[in-house]
């Protein structure tokens, strides 16, 4: 039994990920997928020697193996300094700790990391408030002062 239970987890383990991207919708897919681009992008920026692809860390629990906290922490602070709003940052650590639970269940990351990653959190409204107030502007143009009114007349 306990050796029909090691094989049915290391299949389990292996379509993971397949089988989590098969229940979710395609527009939740595609902003996970430009977030694991993201972090691939920040892995290659931070000198990792061959870094995973996005098609690796959306398929592949393998791909995860050495995540840490410590990565995914800088990864935060590597979007702040790039001018990324407060909400995409957020919603890129979302998408981070729930690939990296998923590659926990697969036994790629130990749960105490997972745990560890899981502890990295984005920012509160306040808090965004505040590190948007010290960060220098990214507005490309001028916000206008007030919204534009659209009539029905063609002009």
């Known amino acids: 039994m306990a050796l029909a239970g ?42 990792i020697p061959h870094p995973p692809t996005a098609r690796d860390l959306a398929g592949a629990p393998t791909a995860w193996a050495g995540v840490t906290w410590g990565l995914v922490s800088k990864f935060r602070d590597w979007l702040l300094t790039r001018g990324y709003a407060i909400g995409s940052v957020n919603l890129h650590l979302t998408t981070l700790r729930t690939y990296a639970g998923l590659a926990m269940q697969a036994g790629v990351i130990p749960a105490g990391e997972c745990a560890a990653i899981r502890a990295v959190r984005g920012y509160s409204r306040t808090e965004g408030k505040h590190v948007d107030s010290a960060r220098a502007p990214t507005r490309k143009g001028a916000k206008k002062a007030q919204p534009v009114s659209l009539t029905s007349e063609c002009g």
């Open 6 to 47: 090691r094989v049915a987890n290391q299949y389990a383990a292996r379509d993971l990920f397949s089988d989590y991207r098969a229940r979710k919708a395609a527009n939740t897919l595609r902003q996970q997928d430009g977030g694991l681009a993201l972090f691939a992008d920040f892995l290659w920026a931070a000198g």
